[in-house]
């Protein structure tokens, strides 16, 4: 964060907490779950402290986590790899946690496929996963917030202007995403794209 004033936006480490909390509250200890992901997911930071922060949570509520990790470049593609591979090697997994709602997305495709049915949790809070939560495809998942950080962000740039004081890095949180508030959310999110 050299020569940045401010830092406004997610705490990765802690999305990853709160997504993995949410998954073990759907789940048994003693479940097993898997974290589908790309082998440069562990060297960019977003997604890595994602990992880690979802991993920590799972194991805490005593479930077991399977990764899996292959060099494919096309993330949809990847993602249906690894997650297969993970389903053959573990056929009781009972959860899936994913770094993005896109690779969620695409793992909930690979469980139809293979006939099962389970939660999976990503984390963008995109418009087509709020719509699986909303029809009941899904049970929850977390989403960040996007224009929080954007409105924190002007608040804060104007503090800077006047050459207030303003806090070095500024979490803008995560939203749980379940059925009660589903629709509320696409409607703000639907809202916004008017």
Known sequence: MEHKTSYIGTDNFELGRKAGELLASQLQPGDE???????????????GERIKGAIFSLENAGIKVWTEQ??????????????IAILQKHPDIKGVYATTDIKAIDALTVIKEQGLKMPVIGTDGITEMIELIEDGTLPST???NPYDMGYISIETALKVIKGEK????????????SKDNAKLKLDFLRGLLK
Request: hydrophobic residues 50%; glycine residues 0%.
């Open 70 to 83: 292959v060099n494919v470049s096309n993330e949809s593609l990847a993602t249906r790899e690894v997650l």
């Open 142 to 144: 977390v989403a960040q």
């Open 33 to 47: 779950v898997a974290l589908p992901f790309l082998a440069e997911d562990l060297t960019y930071p977003v997604f």
């Open 166 to 177: 303003v806090q070095r890095n500024i979490d803008t949180d995560v939203d749980i995403i």
